[in-house]
């Protein structure tokens, strides 16, 4: 299947710098990805969707000036914690949908995930 | 979006079938249903998906009444290795702006 790869794998950094996560299709193009955050022993929640091209479109609840979004072509987007505090530590995690091309498309691939540590 | 509720956890012994049904009472027309694995500190990975009636491939089945409120996937044999959290989805055709929200999932514990 399609491969939706993410880097880093896990990041430690103090409080009030900021970090990037990258989220790369690998062998397909990918003109909307997803970001995702789950806590520990929770579900994960939808924080935005990335558009190539335009601004990403964020859920309810969710700081866009603090999660920064971009997605710059069709096989990378990338999301920036800024200002990070230790409650922003969690599991982040991109996903994008598949490239088939089916009238019905509900299948996504996901990243392995970035496991945030704020100190 | 159609609201999913699945039981929180599930055991089961190895070499079992393990069923895990899940109840969406307003799934529209146009929804499919979806089911997702995740292991811990891994993205989820995609499992099957299904509109109506049996939908079976080499991992699972997935059984879906007439009146599609439910949905079952069914897993035959288990393993330690298949210890997981698992995820029904409904709806969200990606294709035109949905998007996958997850509920809160089954934590299946497979024992020895």
């Known amino acids: 299947g399609a491969v939706v790869s993410q880097h880093p794998s896990w990041v430690i950094c103090k409080s009030g710098t900021s970090v990037k996560i990258e989220c790369r299709s690998l062998d397909f193009q990918a003109t909307t990805m997803f970001w995702y955050r789950q806590f520990p022993k929770q579900s994960l929640m939808l924080m935005a969707t990335?558009?190539?091209?335009?601004?990403?479109?964020?859920e309810q609840g969710v700081e866009k000036d603090k999660f920064l979004i971009n997605h710059a072509s069709l096989t990378l987007s990338t999301l920036t914690v800024t200002s990070a505090h230790p409650e922003d530590s969690s599991f982040y995690i991109c996903s994008a949908r598949s490239p088939r091309t089916r009238l019905m498309d509900t299948e996504a691939f996901f990243g392995q995930g970035t496991r945030l540590t704020v100190v | 979006l159609a609201k999913t509720t699945q039981p929180i956890s599930m055991d089961s012994y190895e070499g079992q079938e393990v069923n895990i049904t899940c109840s969406h009472n307003?799934?529209?027309?146009?929804?499919?249903i979806t089911w997702y694995q995740q292991f811990p500190s891994q993205g989820p990975r995609f499992i099957i998906q299904g509109y109506k009636t049996k939908v079976t491939n080499e991992v699972a089945s997935l059984f879906i009444p007439a009146d599609r409120k439910s949905s079952t996937l069914s897993l035959p044999r288990v393993s330690l290795s298949d210890t997981a959290v698992y995820y029904c989805l409904v709806g969200a055709d990606l294709n035109q702006g949905g998007k996958l929200i997850f509920g809160q999932g089954t934590e299946l514990s497979v024992k020895p």
């Open positions: 990335s558009n190539e091209g335009s601004k990403a479109t964020y």
């Open positions: 307003n799934i529209a027309t146009n929804d499919y």
